[in-house]
């Protein structure tokens, strides 16, 4: 089997036991539980999303136009010091996706999608489900809930993922280091399929620290036969603080 | 297979210097000189390879005697698995010139470019770019150290 078929099968897996255990709940949970888990009918036509994804390019940024408040945000960033990388703490999904070599897994179920992103180990869910408030969703990565709360739906081929409630800070500093974010920060996030590869088009909002929204646009393609690795990011490792000259 | 390699070599001279710029974890323009090479020869005291950057301490003799420990970043673990570069031909131990561009603001501190391995190879990294344009293509990319 050649390794892009290997791919490409995996989604059919996970579809298989997603289906497995929608029946095993519906068999035997009581009718309470039952609507409680039950998986909410996808919206739109479902984007062939599933599989293993690296950056094929550099990403782009339009319309980055920062407020004088946000201006001096950046002016204060100081990499070394600031990168939040540093203590193996990712800033958004931004930058995340900013970073090269790590791969993105998807997997699409009926009602939530996962990203996994190798980077940082981060691991998001997503849940499918147009009506419900950001402020009302879970946290989108339990293991960093500063990312903020993440609600999906799909537009036709392209899953439209909103997120919001993010913690103030640094949010980017790969593509324009030292990018700041307040609370306000939202995003809405457009995967667009296109056989072996997809786009990434994320608009920010941020009116404190934003003249008006701005775009980062990033393309992947598929890694046939790509797996998720641990990331295991430690702070000593990361920092540079060793490299400071003792005071 | 040899036309892959050759093809991977034209890549990686084509690429590596322009990727390295602007993709890594930690931003090496903004951390490091990259208009800037620094040849750091001396015995390596110590190697890690890890998430998200891995680390090869060089123990560099100083003229006047004595000696001072350099520190060289390089991309993280799983990048160099993925790309297949044979790391683990840096060993503690082992006399090696690492040109680094150097850090803009640490003493001491650069980023791995290549190294002159004991045997006269050099070793390299394919770089992401290689890499991503290797499997956009269905090849694979190769990271062997070559003569100089």
Redesign the interface.
Known sequence: MRA?EAVTCQPRRHRLAAALLVATIAATASPVLAQATSPVAPQGKRADLDGVW???R?ATTENLKLTPAGEAARARYE??RH?P??K?IPASFTRVMH????PTEIRQFADHVEINY???DVHRRVPIKPKLAIKDAPYAVVKFPHLGRSVGRYEGETLVIENGDVQAGVHD??GT?GLPQSDQMHTVERFVPNGNTMQVIVTHTDPVYYQQPFVVTFTF?R??GGKI?P????PE??S?ER???QK | MLTRSVTAAILLAALVTAQRQVLAHHSVAVNFDQSKQVDVTGTIKEVVFRNPHSQITVTVPKPEGGSTDWFVEWSDKNALVRRAVPFELLQPGIKVTITVNPSRQLPNVGYFSKALLPDGRVLRDCGFGAFRQSVAKQETVSCEPQKQ
């Open positions: 892009a690296i950056l094929a550099n990499p070394l990168d990388d540093m193996c970073t090269p070599s790590p190798e980077f940082m500093t790969l280091p393609q890694l046939p690795l990331w295991d990011c430690t490792a990361a540079y490299f400071f000259p």
